[in-house]
């Protein structure tokens, strides 16, 4: 009977087992069991079909026929008596039909399953099917039913002994040309037949099944087939892992069991393994290996394989595979690969090449794969290009591996100088630049560890001669190819060499630039200025350096010119590129174009340079917009959008692995938008931070806004999902990717500093927190960040700072709205950080939170939370109040939108770890910093109004401040260390050290707490009879902030400009205190008294020096003193006689404040009167005082030609009135006739004081003849000379006026000099000169006539000769004055030239007994190297010697 009759007949009612069924429930008894199987069995004999039946057994779940979860569910319970009996029946039948064919039942029955198989197995019915049918590799759903029923019917017969799957797999494999993998799957799953069984049956079965995966591999799922690709990926990770758990679990040794299936399997997948690879190698130049090749990766997972295989089966099977995907076609040489490594980085090599070593890497350590590639390097040929892009993934996704990387090279190096293995050595450099191609975040660069290695000392190659000479040795055979940035680290950076092996060096050297010139690569890397860090002197560096010197000087450094003409070459073709690198020019030239333009008028750049440079910056202008397109040729905003978004994704996901390798692909994206020259080594760069322009094209600003915006999206995905501790290191990874590119590091920091400084306010919460998060990390990355030097800000950093410290500085605290995005910005930066820093070591917490911030912090909150002041971090309370370590709860109120920024504040300032912060000393708000912030403060924009503002700082003086340590920025309760500190903010502040004005600031408030200190102290220091610390404490402190040293090192013209604007600015601070603070009041014997030895000498020592005019102290200083000396007279018992006193030590000790005062004396009087009558009820003036009353009458009507007597007073009291009188100091001139009356009167009285008299008062005159010099606009020379020349006429006779020219000599004349400025006593000689040169010829031999006048004449000349040897004359006027009209003035370059002329005239018509011996001698020696014209002239009229010979000779 044929198995194929139809049993339709049977079918058409109700099946077998529903019959059976119901019979059961109907009789249940179960005695009748047996009869019920006889009938059953005629029936059968009647009408059979076995095929029906066999399909009636399996009973299948219609509603999930491929789970077997399903099938183990339904249980016995579910199978019951109809199940085992219709397989008994089954099987009875086939006894049956079997005895009477003569066959074995195993026989019939293979045979009835092998129709049946083939018929589920074979072509649909329907034609539309038929082509899809043949490109199918897998069953359809209907025909996975149907062979689901008919292999658990066939495990019926199995479990009853009725089939033999051995016979059933012969007879499949012989009537099936190409059988079906998911059969075989199914055959395995059902345990009817092994898999292992199946490899063993024949040995065709092995390239069947390569085929059948290939096959499965490539096919495609249609997307509406979920199905399908669940069945897809549970063959092929079944099949896997079956060859797995055959091919590598048990020994490995040939005499060992099943040696021959284990052969196969790894056969098998060895075969997959060179087709997956093979795929690869064909599409390189895509990002991914095609389908096939990517499902075949993702059985490369423990947990697929793990079913089926042990832990050790799987490692050994990964480790054969990594082996084999390393070795596989080793093609290259090492020299093709030492030429084409760079195009073998990560972001470069193909996804699924990448993806595969990933995956047979992840179930290793570090150590233990590179110990593996290490042996794999030893025993194999290798395919370069798989190596190193192994190693490229390694170090992507595994960031720690850089110390293992670098313990495995120094093995390498150690092994190879040891033995002088070329092999190792080899290695250990494509291993190295390997690393160094994925930038400074995952490896140093190839300079920095050839550095490391060979260029000291301690390098490997330092041990002998033998060594140097292998190294050399090896470089030298690289040389032909070696790319040329390798070629230029070791010329740049070459090993160290003994002195005595030099010439072995520079052979090499020689050797390298002969192949940089045959690459067309210019061979001049040594820059023009040498860098003492050992960073390469790149063009670009000697630039900025030549343009630095240039904006400090002025002028084109002599390097810059030298190496115009010795080292042209290097000039012309890689100086002046790089400095003419075309850009969008500025509006205003900047210290660059100044520069080229200084060049370009040396004649040191050619025109047609010159030329093509402004048509390229017009060009660069025009076209700033236009793209940069990467190495696909796609627009590289589109492309990184793209990858930004993929990156988000993985953040999302938490996928560690991929996140680094999606960086390093965004690193190379950059890398093309911002171009840098990673064949040109440097230091650690310094990035110019322009701030008042934006410096970047709008692309590089599109990317960088891409780049910030992504990184804040990121941020808020991630802090939704875990705190910044829970969360993978993907931030981190993200900012170490930008910092290794200077270019957009430059851009993004200007970006930054923008968005802080000039749009914070109107930054959303999200950016608030993204951008915090991410300046974070950039502190966090300071090691490896290059620095920033601001140029443009009004207070440029003093030196290069980190990128985190510099953006810290655009946080600014001045207005109301400032300050809340400051504090919101640092409470998110602070809070991120410190819960970033929660699973670190304490020594590494401080990383993640920026210094600079969280100083921002202790100045902001006690500002704006006044409940804070109450609870200081520095103070003591118990424990519970405000020590507060809850991090999750810290992040949720810094992450959470809802909640305001004033409870965050709180929270954190009671959270421990800020607290404990402050004991470190570089978290510590030190009260300098304090008080430079709060001078910062506009007024008017404060956040807190003036009650508030005054209540806040007396609290931060008084309450935080005054009592804090010294080693915590206090003061430690010293009232004069607070006020020092005041006094010295507030002169940094008024001296625009500090970079902002004092208009609108909080400058007055911080005065008003200074003048109630001073107060305080005054005081107290009156209440204790002390009365002299206050006064030595102000001018102490003015004479360290007013010397030379404190403003300038050096006297050069820059030094004393600083130091006048220190006085200046301490003028304007004196002012502000009181006046009587000043003076000292002595208590001695119980007598008190004025001592005005410091004002003096703060007066001669310091407030000389600043004088505008020279000689005259400005009003406001002069009367504040005098305010100061009257008031402080009140406390001693005897005011009047006190002030006198103090006048007479004035009029002799300080003669610059007598003159000021009788300058300034008519316009003070009226106040100091008034101030003198209500201190004194109503008391005169002091005599003394009033005699400059009286002196200033005696002037005035003298000038006016009313004779009165000359007052009994000082000569220099009467000198500076007629000079105040007659026209000195801007004031009006009399008549000349009574002027010069008042002169003859006083040159015929005999009495020695008024000689005196006109000599004083032709040193203020010939000060300002000097002044004119100085500062032609402010003074009329022609009054200044006809002053001098008036008192001269009278005073030419007497050697007194002689004096005032010999500072050495001067006598009673001495005190004069402290009258006025250093730099006026220097140009005396000129003035000198310049008065006698313009005089008639009758005062000049009148003058030549005077005692003394050669001596002083030669001396005046050499000092003369030696201003203009130095360059101390005053420039020549370049605007003509209405006076030189009618009288022009000989300017100083003339006077030289006139003087020598005129000292050889006077020399000759000298008697010989003018000079004395040694004053002869002293002024030839000094002649004698100035000029030895008058050296010979004073020798040949004067000496002794020559006259004597003369007198023989007639």
Known sequence: MSLSVSCSSVCQKRTLSSLLAGRVVKRPRQEDGQRLQEAAVQLLNQQQSLCSLLEEAGSPNPRNLFCRENAEQRGPASEGLPSAMAGSLLVCELRRQAGQLGVPVAALSVRMVLERLTEITGTEEEEEEEEEDKRRVLLTSSQRTRLCVLLQSSRELLSLGALCPELLWQEYWKAQKQPKLEVVYHLHSRNILTLKYILESDEAVRSWLVSELKALCGWTAPEDQQEARQVQQEVLSTVVGVLVGAGFEGSQEPAAPNRRVSLLCCSVLDHMLAWLLDTMDKTQTAQCGGAGAELWI????????????????????????????????????????IAMQSEWSFAKASRSLTSLFRKLAVIFSVEELLSHLQQVLETHEVNWQHVLSFLSTLLVYNPSAQPSLRELLSRLLSSAFDGYDLENMITAFLLARQGALEGPGLFPSYSDWFKMSFGGASGYHAASKKSLVFLLKFLSDLVPFDPPQYLKVHILHPPYVAVKHRSLLMEYISLAKTRLADLKVSVEDMGLYEDVSGAAGAPVQDVDKAVSLFESTGRISATVMEASIFRRPYFLTRFLPALLTPRALPVKADARMSFIEALKKADKIPAAQYSSYVESCQRQWQQERNAVCVENHDDPLEVLKVQLQEFRELVVEGNDGEVSAQLSRISHTLSAIFPDRPEEPTGQAVIKLHTDTPLSPELHVNVVNMILRNFCQCMLDASRANPPNKQIPWASRFVSVLLGNTQLLSSLTHRLWDLFHNQGPSLSAAHVL???????????????????????????LPTPVPVAEAL????????????????RFCLAAVCYGICRGDSLPPHQQQDYVPNSLYKKLLYLIPRLLPEARRTPLTG????????????????????????TWRKTAWHLWRHATFRQLVQIPQYQLLFSEWLATELRVQRNEDALPDPDRQEYQQWACLELYLSCPVEQGGCGGDMRSLCAHILNAVMDQQSGSSGVSETGTCLPDILSRLQELVYEMEVSAHSSRSGADVCDFLFELASQRCSPTATSGSPSISGELSLQHALQTWNRVLLALPAVSFVTVKNEGGRTSLDCHNLIEHVNQHQRKACSPAGLLPYHVTAHFLRGVLSASVRCGHASEEVNKAWSQISLRCPLLLVSTVHWWERASPMLVSLWRHLCDGDPLPKQLQLLTDCQHWASSSGKGVSSPV??????LLAASLHRAWGGGGGRRGENQGSRNTLEMLGAERERQCRQVLVFLLFLGVNDLIWTFLYPQEKSHQRARALCTDVLTVLVDSPDWLLIFKPNEQGLYQSVTMVTRDECTRLMPLAFYSLLLQQSAELLDRAVQCPGFLHAAVLCYINLLQLFLDGDTPKPSSEPRADQVTEPRVEPSQILSRAQQFLLRTISQTSPTALSSSQLRQLESRCAELDPEVAAALSLHLSPDTLSQEMDFF
């Open 770 to 796: 993204g951008l915090a998060a991410f300046v974070v990390h950039l502190h966090a990355s300071n090691s490896q960040s290059p620095l920033v030097q601001t140029v443009t800000v009004p207070a440029p």
């Open 876 to 899: 003591e309370g118990p424990e519970g109040d405000y020590h507060e370590e809850d991090h999750p709860g810290l992040w949720r109120s810094t992450a959470d939108a809802n909640t």
């Open 298 to 337: 993702q059985l490369f997972d423990a947990s697929l394989c793990g079913v089926s295989a042990s832990p050790e089966a799987l490692r050994r099977f990964f480790t054969h595979s990594l082996t084999n995907a390393l070795t596989y076609k080793p093609r290259l040489a090492v020299s093709d690969a």
């Open 1207 to 1212: 007052p009994a007073a000082p000569a220099l």
């Open 808 to 823: 810290g500085s655009a946080l600014v605290c001045s207005t109301h709205a400032s300050m809340l995005f400051c504090v």
